[in-house]
């Protein structure tokens, strides 16, 4: 797709991967933002975030200091040369944080689930030549975050990053907001150019699990992080699961191993290139495989039809079920990567003998 999504050097002074994004969820005081900001200096920080307008799931819970909170951002521009942004839902915001001239924004996933309010925050940036990161929405919906990046597009935003922060899913679970890596990817792959940050605070919902987390997102070759960071995390007023001190970040980010997109070694070069082409072999040896499969499930269909019986045997499905992901366990796949396949391909199985069924051709 043909969208003009500047380089993340050509804005950000010095920048150098990863990017790191760190302050508090939500802005409290003047002082605990300084604070916060002093101590952050001294880490790989180069942008100072912080939420003035809290979007909270339910009412009654500390829902931002408002404008008030954007004076505080200005003294930690002045005070310690750190770029600062904020979240806006809505026009009025983008109205205020403009007159106080915040570095940069960002819309939040409760936002761009919604393209009224995307329509709407664009419109008031048209002419504006100001950054803007844009978060994944709440639901895994991949057209919902690529409309909200070409909203933007659209009304001249050239300065456009994406934020994965995760997706809502119903239940318990180990993250807060499952991660869901291959709708990143998927961004990547159809617009290539827009750099994307991972934000391992709203991913994890829980200390122990942001640098897990935040070393998924660089070995996966994100552009950078956003990192939830408060002063006293334990009493912060919102979010105080998922932060971490300024000294616990300085201490995670040194810790983090750094991988190369690629390196200009001809060794590697070659070795790679040799086991990418074994790759690329058993690829067209498993659609052959997988080719003849079809075909056979197509006889059973003409089959089951002939003699009136139904396509679903949930005994079989069972039977495949149980014992294919006994031997992919045996063999050291994964009993995730098993169901997924296994259930991708009983599909397509019924997908042809229902076609068979309704006498539709399959080739
Ligand atoms: C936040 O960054 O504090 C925030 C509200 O994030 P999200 O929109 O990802 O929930
Ligand atoms: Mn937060």
Known sequence: MDIKINKLSSYIKGFKKPLIIAGPCSAESNKQLLDTAYALQKTKTSIFRAGIWKPRTRPNSFEGVG????????????ETGLKVMTEVANAKHVEQVLKSNIDMLWVGARTTVNPFAVQE????????????????????????????????????CEKLVAIHRGFFSYGSKKYR??????????????????????????IAGSRD???????????????????????????????KGQQISPNELGILVAKLVIRH???????????????????????????????????????IGKHKKENDVTILQPLRWEYILENRTFNGLKSGL??????????????????????????????
């Open 334 to 363: 994964s009993k995730d990567f098993m169901t997924l396949l296994l259930r991708a391909i009983h599909q397509e199985s019924i997908n042809i003998q229902t076609d068979i069924m309704n006498n539709k051709n399959r080739k």
């Open 177 to 202: 907001n499952m991660p869901q890596w291959q709708l990143p990817v998927e961004l990547k792959r159809i617009l290539p150019n827009i750099p994307i940050i991972c934000d391992p605070s709203h």
């Open 121 to 156: 925050i664009a419109e008031s940036l048209r002419g504006v030549d100001i950054p803007v990161f844009i978060k994944n929405p709440i639901n895994p919906d991949m057209n919902l975050w690529l409309g909200a990046i070409e909203r933007f597009a659209n009304i001249g």
């Open 67 to 78: 404008v008030k909170g954007l004076e505080w951002l200005n003294n930690v521009q002045k």
């Open 261 to 299: 997109n690629t390196i200009s070694d001809k060794d590697f070069e070659l070795s790679l290139e040799e086991l990418r082409s074994q790759i690329d072999s058993l690829d067209n040896d498993l659609i052959a495989t997988l080719m003849n499969r079809m075909n056979i499930a197509e006889l």
């Open 209 to 239: 699990l942001i640098e897990s987390v935040s070393q998924k997102a660089i070995d996966l070759n994100f552009d950078g992080l956003m990192i939830e960071s408060h002063i006293d995390p334990d009493n912060a007023l919102s979010d």
